[in-house]
């Protein structure tokens, strides 16, 4: 009964918003035969405040095993250490000084956001600033001339390149050229690609609602 019941809620409340959501008309007339009028809307609008409701209650639950994860290589791991060291330092500061703040602590000056602006931001922009080094090496292994759409993908990325540099009349003919290859080849390209991930999503999802895929259970 562990495993049937979760299929069976998940099932239930997925076949239930799908037909709401392809078949909303339809299926508010059926819903509101044996319920009054508007409890359909107000019945959705819950729903979706629920899911909200549930996402807010999961992150208690990921900080929890953050920090036991963290605690635990503290103790018994000894090369991470001082990683877990930073981490849990840094997690306690931040909430103290949150608490403690109120709602000053989202004022400047206060020492919420005096951490947040030296030392949160500053990382974020030296983590963002390491990817273009990682994009710079996959670019160069991506555009050698090994084949022939290896070279076509060499010409479009040298051509898209030069709209930013000013080369007089052979810019403008160039962001011609630019503008037209972003919006015809790249723009069905990424259409494909959106069409592909939709499908993908949506068998994904009839597998949930019909309890082929459980995953989401843990291990089956």
């Known amino acids: 009964m562990k495993r049937e019941i979760p299929i069976l809620i998940v099932g239930i409340t997925g076949t239930i918003m799908f037909f709401q959501y392809f078949f909303a008309p339809a299926f508010q007339n059926v819903f509101e035969l044996f319920l009054p009028k508007g409890s359909a809307m107000d019945f959705f609008a819950t729903s979706q405040d629920w899911v909200i409701v549930i996402g807010i209650l999961a992150l208690p639950l990921g900080i929890w095993s953050l ?12 090369g ?30 206060s020492t919420f956001m005096a951490i947040f602006t030296t030392v949160l931001i500053p ?21 050698r001339a090994r084949s022939v759409l290896a070279t076509i ?17 052979i810019s403008t003919v160039n962001l011609g050229a630019v503008s037209w290859i972003l919006s ?19 068998a994904t999802a009839i597998k949930i609602i019909l ?10």
């Open 80 to 109: 991470d250490r001082f990683y877990s060291a930073v981490l849990l330092s840094g997690f306690l500061a931040m909430l103290i000084s949150g608490i403690a703040g109120g709602r000053e602590s989202l004022e400047a000056g």
């Open 184 to 202: 015809v080849p790249n723009m069905a390209a990424k259409r494909a690609i959106m069409m592909g991930i939709g499908l993908g999503a949506t």
């Open 153 to 169: 993908l060499l010409l479009t990325a040298f051509l898209v390149m030069l709209r930013f540099i000013p080369l007089g009349p």
């Open 123 to 143: 990382i974020q922009a030296t983590i963002f600033s390491l990817l273009a080094f990682f994009i710079a090496s996959a670019a160069y292994r991506a555009f």
């Open 211 to 220: 309890g082929i895929e459980r995953t989401y259970m843990g291990r089956d």
């Open 67 to 78: 920090l036991k994860a963290n605690v635990h290589k503290l103790i018994k791991v000894k």
